[in-house]
């Protein structure tokens, strides 16, 4: 028998019995009594002495944690059930009765406790869905970039895992790898230098790629040694590489759009982009560690973006 047929928090308002104003409560709080325990359940429950007999009658359910909020327009407080303890009869193992916490007409029972949802979400569910699925968009976005390939090459160069010949040689594989993944038209017969000017780059970056490429070339097929300056290059390219597929991958979600749950200003929009702003800084700190990240990196990005947020404007916050 289900007592409850209460579904799993549904995107539905509540609508208080006092004012009648349909809401979106802004939080609930869970109130806890204790659990009784195994002598005080006679006493807590209300059990009832039947009159000429010397025997008790103990209640089906008991209300044992309940959720509560208010209406924000009246304060009006609203309760319903989070957990009932439930009357079930104790099956007899190997022929006997185990002790049980109730002893009702020669018969032991015990009290199961089940779990129930609030009525409907609330706005920290909200607010907490919306930052859950920007994070989750823009994970999944970089990974369709292959950024763990870069990022994995670059940090095995940090560590001196590489040295810089190698890294130039697979950079230009990663390179042709992400070009196969991007490029509409079927460049597999095409030379490499194409298919750099096939991207959606910039023209500089374009160029230094073709340059690096050249690099790799004369380094496999005709021995030439990498100097400080090919070296420097290399990694310049690599780094402005990065960038710009970010960007690009970041302004296509629109960020700048984004708004958090309407009719509610428990956090201001700009709130919101520091939020933001935040998740892409630690996501790409996590990937890469260029030098002056933050400065020649990450914060122009999110200047680039439009979701640039100055932490001192929050100091009224701290
Ligand atoms: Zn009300």
């Not at 670059?154 to 992400?178: C, G, P, Q, V």
Request: glycine share 4%; charged share 30%; hydrophobic share 35%.
């Amino acid at each position: 028998m289900n007592f409850l047929n209460r579904p799993k928090k549904q995107e539905t308002k509540l609508k208080c019995p006092s004012c009648g104003v349909e809401f979106i409560p802004i939080s609930y709080d869970l109130i806890s009594e204790d659990e009784p325990s195994h002598n005080d359940l006679a006493y807590q429950l209300k059990s009832d002495k039947l009159p000429g007999f010397n025997m008790r009658i103990y209640p089906f359910t008991f209300i044992s944690k309940y959720w509560i909020t208010f209406c924000p327009e009246c304060g009006y407080i609203l309760r319903y059930v989070a957990e009932i303890g439930k009357k079930q009869l104790l099956e007899k193992v190997e022929g006997r009765t185990p002790r049980g916490n109730i002893n009702e007409f020669s018969k032991h029972y015990q009290f199961e406790f089940i779990e129930y949802d609030p009525p409907c979400k609330d706005l920290f569910d909200y607010y907490k869905e919306k930052f859950e699925l920007l994070i989750e968009h823009i994970t999944t976005s970089l990974e369709k970039v292959y950024i763990s390939d870069w990022s994995t090459l670059y940090k095995e160069w940090e560590a001196n895992k590489i040295d810089s010949f190698k890294f130039l040689i697979r950079f230009m594989s990663t390179l042709d790898h992400y070009i196969k993944s991007v490029s509409k038209e079927d460049l597999k017969e095409n030379k490499m230098p194409e298919k750099i000017k096939s991207l959606p780059l910039s023209h500089e970056i374009k160029d230094n790629l073709i340059k690096v490429n050249n690099l790799r070339n004369r380094i496999v097929h005709e021995g030439y040694e990498i100097s400080n300056e090919d070296e420097l290059l290399t990694l310049d390219t690599f780094r402005t590489l990065m960038y710009e597929i970010i960007e690009q991958r970041l302004k296509a979600l629109n960020l700048k759009e984004e708004k958090l749950p309407e009719n509610f200003n428990l956090i201001e929009q700009r709130q919101f982009y520091y939020f933001i702003q935040g998740v892409i800084q630690n996501k790409i700190g996590k990937l890469f560690n260029f030098k002056d990240m933050s400065i020649q990196f990450s914060i122009p990005l999110v200047k680039r973006l439009g979701i640039y947020a100055d932490y001192r404007e929050f100091k009224n916050y701290e």
